[in-house]
């Protein structure tokens, strides 16, 4: 987690040309360094800076992401796989949990994607007109999202926005919009 975190704050902190070459503003572009805030656009600035690249099957995807810092795909390759060991384990218990055969929810999903989505949330001038995301859903499946040491990560409870405080070496796991509409 920690080799993680470290090599996605180097990314970051690398001079912008590079990491201009990934810039995109195409939501369909796999591997994709862009930015959440239009100042022509917003009043409140959802203000982060991210990195969207996917991670599975590794052996055919991580060609593709980032070779600055010379770490970055050692370190973030082991991480995906990390993860990806961790998901499937995820899917297995709450497959079981529901009386279901271990294997079911990762059947269910078929050949599913992994996608690992770094955010950055650099200072801003002006912190009080900031955001750094938007209220939203995850469309996935299931996310697993390391927080480091940012606050800020709100879910809606009874209609009440609760904060969740960063826990160090620990991961939030959100059951995401497909896990919620599958039937079972």
């Known amino acids: 987690m920690k080799n993680m975190?470290?090599?996605?704050?180097e990314f970051f902190e690398m001079p912008v040309e590079d990491r201009?070459?990934?810039?995109?503003?195409?939501?369909?572009q796999l591997v994709r360094l862009s930015t959440s805030f239009n100042i022509r656009k917003e009043k409140v600035l959802h203000w982060r800076d991210y990195m969207r690249h996917p991670c599975h099957p590794l052996e055919e995807v991580i060609g593709s992401w980032p070779e600055k810092p010379a770490a970055y795909r050692e370190i973030a390759g082991r991480y995906a796989a990390e993860m990806r060991g961790l998901i499937l384990r995820l899917l297995a218990a709450i497959s079981e949990a529901l009386g279901l055969d271990s294997d079911y929810?990762?059947?269910?999903?078929?050949?599913?994607?992994?996608?690992?989505?770094?955010?950055?949330y650099p200072s801003c001038p002006k912190p009080d007109l900031t955001f750094g995301l938007p209220s939203h859903s995850d469309p996935d499946g299931i996310t697993v999202l390391m927080q480091g040491d940012v606050s800020g990560l709100q879910v809606l409870k009874n209609g009440n926005w609760i904060t969740v405080k960063p826990l160090a070496n620990a991961f939030v796991v959100n059951l995401a919009d497909q896990m919620q509409v599958s039937r079972y």
């Open 5 to 9: 975190m470290g090599i996605a704050k």
């Open 20 to 28: 201009a070459c990934l810039y995109s503003e195409d939501p369909k």
């Open 105 to 120: 929810l990762n059947r269910s999903f078929g050949r599913h994607s992994q996608v690992m989505l770094t955010n950055y």
